[in-house]
């Protein structure tokens, strides 16, 4: 194997390509993928329980909750994305390590903060420096899908508030009218229908959830991009086995293909299940249900 993939008589164009694509840098190439699949698995959910918490906090009779759910939706959705990926992950980062600092080096006598540099005492940082490559990555990763859903959580949010308006309020009245204490009204009337206002805005949300994962190559995580870039770049036969020139159009049109076909799988899904919600309601698209199964 070893002489068919390096003898330069043997390797044809086929056979060339199946040993340079084959190598251990592309097999982490192809890993990434599913770290990308595996972070919107993971931030998907997460953002959603954010956002129906700070909806429900921004539509709560408690003054100060309310003020701190329209805050969280209002100062997040109000600054650049960017910018709260990069505060979050160095905010967790030092956050977590001061935590660990105060409970682990009780005697550390010399302060944190010192100018612009953050100390902590070894015990204290993390990852370790003697910890493994892979909890690196791991950790590295959670902070990336913690960020990922504090920020989409706050969209999300403000989806879910709209949606829970959206729903007729006579709807809410019959039902305590009907004997319902206002968390029954709540479970029972109002969020089984906030779904159907809202899943429009929470489609767009997945989209643009999807376009957002190339930030993980920001964020320091060796994502699809980062080897898009690193392997399509000029490779000499000083440096490789495998020397070529600029392919990273090649790469990065790969990555086009792939982010269209995911979003287009997408949009079936939510079509569907927007169909699903929206039978035997009272909505636009209830109704033309209605009126195509009565034509």
């Not at 600054?79 to 080096?105: G, N, S, W, Y």
């Not at 805005?201 to 376009?211: E, F, R, T």
């Amino acid at each position: 194997m070893f002489s068919y993939c390096t003898d330069p008589d043997t390797l044809g164009t086929f056979r060339w390509l199946s040993c340079y694509l084959t190598t251990g840098v592309h097999m982490s190439f192809y890993i990434a993928f599913f770290k990308v699949l595996l972070l919107l698995a993971i931030t998907a959910p997460v953002a959603l329980g954010f956002g129906f918490l700070g909806a429900m906090a921004a539509r709560s009779r408690i003054a100060p909750l309310r003020w701190f759910g329209k805050t969280y939706i209002a100062l997040v959705r109000g600054v650049p994305d960017i910018a709260f990926f990069l505060f979050f992950v160095i905010a967790l980062d030092q956050a977590f390590e001061f935590l660990r600092h105060k409970v682990m080096c009780p005697d550390w006598d010399q302060p944190i903060r010192q100018g612009s540099d953050f100390i902590v005492c070894q015990s204290a940082k993390l990852p370790l420096s003697t910890a493994p490559q892979w909890v690196h990555e791991t950790y590295g990763f959670s902070l990336a899908v913690i960020t990922f859903a504090i920020v989409f959580g706050a969209f999300a949010a403000n989806v879910l508030f709209g949606g829970m308006r959206a729903v007729p309020h006579a709807q809410l009245e019959t039902a305590e009218a009907y004997g319902m204490s206002h968390r029954q009204t709540f479970w029972r009337v109002l969020v089984p229908q906030m779904w159907v206002y809202a899943l429009p805005g929470l489609s767009n949300l997945w989209m643009v959830l999807i376009k957002a994962t190339p930030l993980l190559f920001l964020l320091g995580i060796e994502d699809i991009v980062y080897w898009a870039r690193e392997l399509g770049g000029t490779k000499t036969s000083k440096f490789t086995a495998y020397p070529h020139g600029d392919w990273r159009m090649w790469y990065f049109l790969f990555l086009l293909v792939f982010y269209l076909a995911f979003t287009r799988v997408s949009e079936i899904v939510l079509e569907r299940l927007m169909l699903k919600l929206t039978h035997g309601q009272a909505t636009a698209g209830g109704e033309a249900q209605r009126k195509a199964a009565t034509s």
